[in-house]
């Protein structure tokens, strides 16, 4: 168990709507990334957020959005979906940063998204 | 551009057998090299990483892996595998960015264990 919680872990709907992915970092991280996982992608960076800033933007579509919280957790909005949203949402966090420049990513379980 | 390669998509291994995942790097500078584990339905697990000094590291589960700057090489090891450690394995590189950070991953490697 890593700590970071996601909701829901799966979650089935239809195009044209919108959903909300939700994530709880491990206790004293301020770093929350979402990165999706689908067949022909792989997985891919989204977002960053750091203590309720963004800080780094990847391969995230307009119809995508997210916000990280005064309490940490984050949240990643869908709308507009597409059958090709269908994927596997991570959200990782990581530690304030201390010593190096990098900290290590902790990842949660995921949230399957399926649009029919 | 940054890219992570695992030329293996697929790898199949007897158990009690000697495993090595491989894993390219296209990055200029030293870079942060990480190896995470996904069994299926779960979320990513950190094997093991890479930030500098000695080039051999070991990781949790019995893995470690090498880094090689002249290869631009960060393999995955593990000299007698056991069946629990058929999952899809990750290699990837971590970037800096100007305000941020992120993780670029390879493809994957799926390992499947023969009993």
């Known amino acids: 168990d890593s700590g970071v919680t996601q909701t829901p872990k799966h979650l089935i709907t239809a195009t044209g709507q919108r959903v909300t992915l939700r994530c709880s970092p491990r206790?004293?991280?301020?770093?929350v990334y979402w990165y999706q996982q689908s067949l022909d992608q792989g997985l891919q960076f989204l977002i960053q957020?750091?203590?309720?800033?963004?800080?780094a933007k990847g391969n995230i579509l307009e119809r995508f959005s997210a916000q990280q919280f005064p309490d940490l957790h984050s949240e990643l909005n869908l709308s507009s979906l597409e059958l090709g949203d269908s994927a596997l949402y991570f959200c990782?966090?990581?530690?304030?940063?201390?010593?190096?420049?990098?900290?290590?990513?902790?990842f949660g379980p995921g949230t399957r998204l399926t649009v029919l | 551009a940054q890219s992570v390669t695992q030329p293996d998509i697929h790898i199949t291994v007897s158990e009690g057998a000697s495993l090595e995942l491989r894993c390219n790097y296209s990055?200029?500078?030293?870079?942060?090299l990480f190896w995470y584990v996904q069994s299926p339905g779960q979320g990513l697990q950190l094997l093991l990483k890479?930030?500098?000094?000695?080039?051999l590291v070991q990781g949790i589960k019995g893995f470690e892996a090498e880094f090689k700057r002249s290869q631009s090489s960060f393999n995955l090891r593990k000299p007698s595998v056991h069946w629990s450690d058929a999952a899809e394995y990750f290699c990837?590189?971590?970037?800096?960015?100007?305000?941020?950070?992120?993780?670029?991953f390879g493809a994957g490697t799926i390992l499947r264990v023969k009993s």
């Open positions: 990782a966090s990581s530690a304030r940063l201390a010593g190096g420049p990098y900290n290590e990513q902790f």
């Open positions: 957020y750091y203590n309720g800033e963004e800080r």
């Open positions: 990055y200029g500078a030293t870079p942060y």
């Open positions: 990837a590189v971590g970037l800096i960015l100007e305000y941020g950070n992120k993780l670029v």
């Open positions: 206790s004293g991280d301020l770093s």
């Open positions: 890479y930030f500098s000094g000695d080039t």
